[in-house]
DNA sequence: CTAAATGCAAAGGTTTTGCAGCTGT
DNA sequence: ACAGCTGCAAAACCTTTGCATTTAG
């Protein structure tokens, strides 16, 4: 009852953030919406897919595939992991943190030992043990606060 | 100087490292392990296969692939990003936390306001700017813990 | 000498792209 | 009506795998 109206209030909420974004309301991208956010956890595209095509069976992969990316761009949802689809190594094996560039998409590493132990909130203790802490910070690395900088100051 | 005993230093450790993990140590590991750590920041496996080429011709991609995976395995590197191939959206948009099971893969959410505005600490301020940070902890799931528990009991 | 590792090539899986037809505004 | 979106299919991409040959222990 109270999930329903939550529901239709989100779909609501979809629609009006796309209209804003100024891209079309399709049918098709309201399902992807809401079935990402059924999903609950973090689906990865293939769960989504699977999700929508009950609705949806003529629903195509590949576009599933564009309105996920249309929707991170939007920022209506977030991305996991790394932008571009590789895997990367880091040759740190000390407790260390890092700082990802949303621009050019750089990590720097950077220690802080007041960070290496955090832990689970009191509130979210059940959810599991901890074992290591890793800060991720997002911002801008200084080529491109510097790259900004100039760009804003010109104006 | 320094830097060349270091070098040298480094790669006897790597070897050493290896014979203890009860693998081969061929000359091509010891590039790819050089290389890995010389590279400096993040790299990915092409990043890696063009330094080693530089030195081995002839070596192959998948040698580097195999050694990467190698090295990870035996936690002589580590890896960023997640650890399949696929993306995963997160279509929680408040600012928020992760816990990793690093025994099934699953990503549980958490919030704790007290983590959403960690910052560089004043040594490493020059790295950049930060826009919102994020922690992500790694340890077991509750499932993954019970699990643990009751093999461990049973001995 | 034996088991393991390499290099080559081919396969596997995921994500992206080109294009004709359809749909929201 | 027109720009934008969808679906289909093929391509591009990264990564893994099978096998004969070479190499470390």
Chains 1, 2 share one sequence.
Do not use: W
């Amino acid at each position: 009852m109270a999930a329903d109206n939550e529901g239709r209030d989100q779909v609501e909420g979809f629609a009006a953030r796309l209209r804003d974004a100024g891209v079309k309301v399709t049918h098709q991208r309201l399902v992807i919406l809401r079935e990402t956010a059924a999903a609950g956890s973090h689906p990865d595209v293939e769960t989504v897919y699977r999700a929508v095509r009950q609705e949806l069976p003529t629903v195509s992969l590949d576009t599933v595939y564009r309105a996920l990316h249309l929707f991170a761009d939007l920022g209506l949802i977030g991305t996991l992991g790394l932008s571009g689809g590789r895997v990367r190594f880091d040759p740190n094996t000390g407790p260390h943190h890092h700082l990802v560039c949303s621009q050019c998409g750089e990590i720097q590493d950077f220690e802080e030992p007041g960070f290496d132990h955090l832990g689970l909130p009191a509130s979210a203790a059940g959810l599991g043990s901890v074992d290591s802490a890793h800060v991720e910070l997002r911002g801008l690395c200084a080529h491109c606060v510097r790259a900004r900088r100039s760009k804003t100051s010109s104006r």
